[in-house]
């Protein structure tokens, strides 16, 4: 858990504390195992993240695979200035629709014109910053960006409230007959704070055992 920007031991205490309902849902999930994905670079961990987008891990990962194959060392080989060389039709071939190939450019283009962030800097930015320069990408909208910031950087207070399986995780934990508003969500959610990205990934376990 070093790469963590929190204690996670602290954060359970915290939320356990701040929620009576949600330290139910915690005792029975166990402890915090949350597991962030290496990111060799910003670029590297968005145009991954594109290439997933609404297809399962398992075909992403193959189309993905075959878009990275025509770089020296694979993935590790995928730059900006690779793909913005490889041809339309090489891309497309690999099973990106145009849509995600609009996307890979724009991505490209804004990395290698220093737009997008670089690792380094994104670790010293605060979470509003980095999805508002993000978001500036085609295909990247906002709970992309969050989810970056859950998964690759490991910022502790991120709610992502446009995540379907959150919502559905809440009602499911909290016993509701609807699924809740953004706004309903964002305020029950104000008691979570500094660790609502915990408090989130505890809720999604309650799918898990559903």
């Not at 380094?120 to 605060?126: F, G, K, V």
């Not at 959610?189 to 660790?195: F, S, V």
């Amino acid at each position: 858990m070093a790469e963590f920007g929190f204690e996670p031991a602290k954060a359970v205490a915290h939320l356990q504390a701040a929620d009576p309902a949600l330290a139910r849902i915690i005792d029975q999930a166990g402890p915090f195992a949350m597991e962030l994905k290496k990111a060799r670079s910003v670029f590297a961990a968005l145009a991954e993240a594109i290439v997933y987008q609404q297809l399962s891990n398992k075909a992403a990962a193959t189309i993905f695979g075959r878009v990275c194959g025509h770089f020296p060392r694979g993935p590790s080989g995928l730059t900006p200035e690779r793909l913005l060389a490889l041809s339309d039709a090489r891309i497309r071939a690999a099973g990106i629709s145009r849509a995600k190939l609009k996307s890979l450019r724009d991505l490209a283009r804004r990395t290698a014109a220093g737009e997008v962030p670089t690792l380094a800097a994104a670790r010293r930015m605060d979470d509003a910053e980095i999805v508002e320069r993000l978001v500036a990408i085609h295909g990247i909208g906002r709970w992309s960006a969050e989810m970056f910031l859950m998964f690759r950087l490991g910022r502790p207070d991120v709610l992502p409230l446009d995540d379907y399986s959150l919502r559905k995780a809440y009602a499911t934990a909290f016993r509701k007959r609807t699924l809740p508003s953004r706004e309903a969500l964002e305020k029950a959610g104000e008691k979570w704070r500094p660790y609502r990205t915990v408090a989130s990934w505890y809720l999604w376990q309650t799918l898990n055992r559903s």
